[in-house]
C-alpha cells in the first residue's frame, strides 16, 4: 500500500523482504546511521527489532515505511511518521534515511515535503516535528529548506543531543520544487 507519492518516490508499508535490503543499505552502514536513532549501525537482530517496533506493518500511515523509486522501484531507503513527545505534547515526528547511494539526488527534500504535505492535509495534524544532529548539516539544511523552525535543543537517552524543527503549515512551493 502506498502511504505518500511524489514525483521520483513512493513511501509504501513493507513487505516482508524489504528487512535484508533495509539492513543491507542503511541499518548496517556506519556512514549512513552515524546521525540516525542511536548514532550507530545495527546488528541483523537489531535491524529485526527496529523494522517490527517502527515500521507501518498495519498499514496506518502513522509509522515508518519503506522509500523506493517511483519509476524502477529500486530500494532508496524509509521515511515517514513516528509518534513523538519532545515537546511534552502529543506529536508526530518526521523524517528520512537514505542509502548512501542515492545521496545528493534531492530525494530528502522531496520525501520532506511529501510527509509535511501528508501529516497536515492528509492527517489533518496541527504540526509537525523533526529532530536532527547537531552535526548533521544536510538534514538541517533540508529542514530548513522545507520551511521547518528550529525550536530547542534536547538531551535524548536514545539519540543524543538533537535540534528539533517544526512546523505547522504548508510553507508555498519553492521554485527548485516545481521544476522537477
Known amino acids: 500500500m502506498d502511504i505518500i507519492a511524489t514525483p521520483r518516490l513512493v513511501l509504501r508499508t513493507p513487505l516482508s523482504g524489504d528487512l535484508q535490503h533495509l539492513h543491507d543499505h542503511v541499518l548496517s552502514d556506519a556512514d549512513v546511521m552515524k546521525m540516525a536513532f542511536a548514532g550507530a549501525s545495527m ?3 537489531q535491524s529485526i527489532s527496529f523494522f517490527e ?11 515508518l515505511g519503506i522509500l523506493v523509486e517511483r519509476d524502477t522501484a529500486a530500494f532508496v531507503g524509509f521515511a515517514g511518521l513516528l509518534p513523538c513527545n519532545v515537546l511534552n ?37 496541527s504540526r509537525l516535528l523533526a529532530q536532527a544532529s547537531p552535526e548533521n548539516e544536510g538534514s538541517i539544511s533540508v529542514l530548513k529548506k522545507l520551511g521547518m523552525e528550529f525550536k530547542t535543543s534536547i538531551q535524548s537517552a536514545e539519540r543524543g543531543e538533537r535540534h528539533v524543527y517544526a512546523i505547522d503549515r504548508l510553507p508555498p512551493p519553492r521554485r527548485e520544487m516545481l521544476l522537477r
Open 43 to 45: 546488528s541483523f537482530e
Open 53 to 63: 517496533a517502527n515500521f507501518d506493518h498495519a498499514h496506518s500511515g502513522r509509522k
Open 89 to 125: 505534547q502529543p506529536d508526530y515526528e518526521c523524517g528520512f534515511v537514505l542509502r548512501r547511494a542515492v545521496w545528493g539526488r534531492g530525494y530528502a527534500t522531496e520525501i520532506g515535503r511529501g510527509q509535511i504535505e501528508y501529516g497536515l492535509e492528509t492527517l489533518q495534524l
